[in-house]
């Protein structure tokens, strides 16, 4: 915890401001590898870009852009279309997921979610443009000479597809009202939310020519954050609603929830974010990345209070 | 027409055994380059492979693996992922056109579609897996020099993007209930028909590194063949429609139905059919491609008595 600490305090403004300052190259970005809303048809066209403009905190493609410039990368252009790409694939899969046949939900950052604002059917189209979109951007990468494009395709197809992304969402559906074991809540972190998130580490690695060394670390790094940040959600979940009155925290606790608190329950799953996080750490420190920019954000990610 | 009789008299026994066998390719390499139902989470897959592996014509991998060894392949080991890979774009599609929010469609080649099978979660999460495939098996090609991988995605990803397959599709979906000019149903017919279409016929022509004017051949060929091939789609409909009793012609002519004869009629829509024949017949012959074969596949797909 020393070293968190550390970090934490020397870091904290210059992380702020190497935030923001991704997060508005990442938007900007993000607009202009979208057609605007007035390109007929404009329905899809103003559909993908509510989702896709909607705010968030861009996680993913800071990671991308971050891993790239941890291995050597000095000028972004070429990481940006990878770091928008995993950022499309995020917003298509949180588009589906909201959807009625899937979680139904209404709300997504205090903003009625695609298919209240334009129908289910054109909800579902523009996950899929955007899905679609996503490839379109990565073909764009000038590919570094270790990594050829169709292994960018390629390792992006399988962290978006039926044994990853897909097979969490899948899993995720089918462990409504089941009990589960807590291999099988892994299995489902790892996938809906691990895969997307070591697939942006890889990327922007992959984007700066990595070593064997460097790819395997931040691949490891990305394995340990991404289940130690769905863990550390699921225990704020339980925590912030048991604080607010007139909601249950039993709601979130039952065990038809993939969960890791409704299974291990809220002491063993907090050691349990504490050890992946540790893990995050040493997988940077281990395999020799300097990268204080990397142990900082996990730390901002991993370090809320739980 | 006395061409399109020759070729039809000289050449039907020879294309039947030919669309067979590439179908007996086509359908081998569909059940190789998806996993296997019993692949965790089984559910996905098993969807995957109802809707992919649930038989058709295999028209568009087809066209594929012909336009391929029009422009001079003759293993067609790595011409088959692309083949595969519009097949996989076209079936997501149909899952995806079938779901209660879009057509809500029951049926589909007399069996019960995906989300009556695996309910509507499954379904769009299928359609997503099969859109994903698809491009891990794009970036399995081997690119010939003219046509490096990165247009290969590309294309792809625009042929299958928002401002073609899904612009079709979203355009088709306003369509219902409104007034339609002919533009706005060749709008539709061209990009929800025509672009995976001329895309099968592009990718094939790219893989064999097909000269500049063997490719504005095979898409010129293409557009004039998707969109003559859907205006007979709707014509056929509409007359088979009226000779079953119990079914009355006038649910398909009405004019919210975006097909060419509600808006311009029968006597029209069989003449633009018949130019549109035409048209992609003079494109093979003016731009001197020696394709006995795909003029076959042309005169065995429009030929149908319209």
């Not at 009625?100 to 009625?112: E, S, Y």
Request: with cysteine; proline share 3%; charged share 25%.
């Amino acid at each position: 915890m020393t070293s968190r600490k550390a970090i934490r305090s020397q870091g904290v403004d210059g992380l702020s401001a190497y935030l923001e300052e991704k997060r508005t190259l990442v938007e900007k970005a993000l607009a202009r590898f979208v057609s605007a809303a007035s390109v007929r048809p404009s329905t899809i066209h103003a559909a993908m870009r509510y989702s896709l403009l909607g705010g968030g905190k861009r996680l993913r493609p800071i990671l991308t852009l971050a891993a790239a410039e941890v291995c050597g990368v000095k000028d972004l252009s070429n990481t940006l279309p990878a770091a928008c790409a995993v950022e499309l694939i995020h917003t298509y899969s949180l588009i589906h997921d909201d959807l009625p046949c899937m979680d139904d939900d209404d709300l997504r950052r205090d903003r009625p979610t695609s298919h209240k604002v334009y129908g289910e059917g054109v909800a579902v189209l523009a996950g899929d443009a955007l899905l679609t979109r996503a490839f379109g951007l990565i073909a764009g990468i000038k590919p570094a000479k270790c990594y050829p494009l169709s292994v960018l395709v390629e390792e992006t197809a399988a962290a978006a597809g039926s044994l990853q992304l897909i097979a969490g969402q899948v899993a995720d559906l089918e462990a409504e009202g089941r009990k589960l074991s807590i291999a099988d809540v892994r299995f489902i972190h790892e996938r809906k939310t691990g895969a997307m998130i070591v697939l942006s580490l890889r990327l922007g690695a992959m984007i700066a020519n990595a070593t064997p060394g460097q790819l395997k670390a931040v691949t490891q790094f990305g394995q340990a954050l991404g289940l130690a940040f769905q863990i550390i959600d699921d225990i704020l979940d339980v925590t912030q609603s048991s604080q607010q009155l007139g909601k249950s925290a039993g709601k979130d606790l039952k065990a038809s929830k993939a969960t890791y608190p409704a299974v291990i329950g809220l002491e063993a799953s907090r050691k349990e974010a504490a050890r992946l996080t540790r893990k995050a750490h040493t997988a940077l420190r281990v395999l020799a990345i300097k990268s204080a920019r990397l142990a900082q954000i996990a730390e901002y990610l991993l370090g809320r209070s739980f």
